[in-house]
């Protein structure tokens, strides 16, 4: 249980606009987020005022806002602000205030809030996860990890006999030995303290293989017996190990976009990513007399 803690990092390992975003959100009101991305994005929260023509098409605003600095929610950002008022959620923010001067914006953060900072990492490298880590423990030295959430993942299907094996393998990498990985970074330290959460993301897919889905169960199953084996071996030493079943569409841009293929009601049939995210705090609140170890999240209306 880590309510007594006010201060640590949340790492969040694989970040789009569906649970990784969510869970950014969720986790930034209590610690400093780490984000771990293939792409180097970073989202930033604060004021400022005057011209964005420089960096997002003209827009104009006054007061808070969130700024995506050169990345790829950049594109739809000038319509987030008008939608809602100056007031985005983003997968992670910074908060504080800027000042536009020439071509650059600084930073002023504000001395009581959370802060937030992205890691360019491709998890299916040793060398590439090594590096993110070293970059966050010189970043971060003196804040521990409190919890780290393992959400890297890449779909992939296709006919067995018709695919690479590199398509084969990066699947692979990218969904088990990822979390191998980073497993090895974030473990140390909570046995250190004896205390931590440390939570994958599962899927149908962890439970059975589907037709043309070889790769993406492969890693999934392979995920799932990694989370048990480190439960085992480490939730008696105070590391809260956790897996979370992620059964049924998640209500992201792409997917709603796609509802009408898979005759869903985004409302009804889908996960809501908050309300997935809610569940990950839930799991890390938990008092060690209670631990859950696997958590299986689905729409009301989903069969199983």
Known sequence: MQNSVSKGLAVIVGVGPGVG???????????????????????????????????????????????????????????EIEQTGGKVSPPFYFIGSFSRTLSRLIYQPSAASPQAASFPCDVGSEESVKSAFAALKTQFSDTPIELAVYNASVYVRGNILEMEASEFESAWKVICMGAFLVSKEVVPGMLERKRGTLIFTGATASLRGSAKFAPFAVGKFGLRALSQSLAREFGPQGVHVAHVIVDGAIDTPRIRGMAATFNKNPETEMLNPDRIADAYSYLHEQHPSTWTHELDLRPAVEKF
């Open 21 to 79: 975003a969510a869970l950014a959100r969720k986790f930034s009101s209590k610690y400093t987020v780490a984000l771990f991305a293939r792409n180097s994005s970073m989202y930033i929260r604060g004021t400022i005022s005057g011209s964005l023509a420089e960096v997002q098409k003209g827009a104009r605003v006054e007061g808070e806002f969130i700024l995506s600095v050169g990345l790829s929610y950049l594109d739809t950002l000038n319509s």
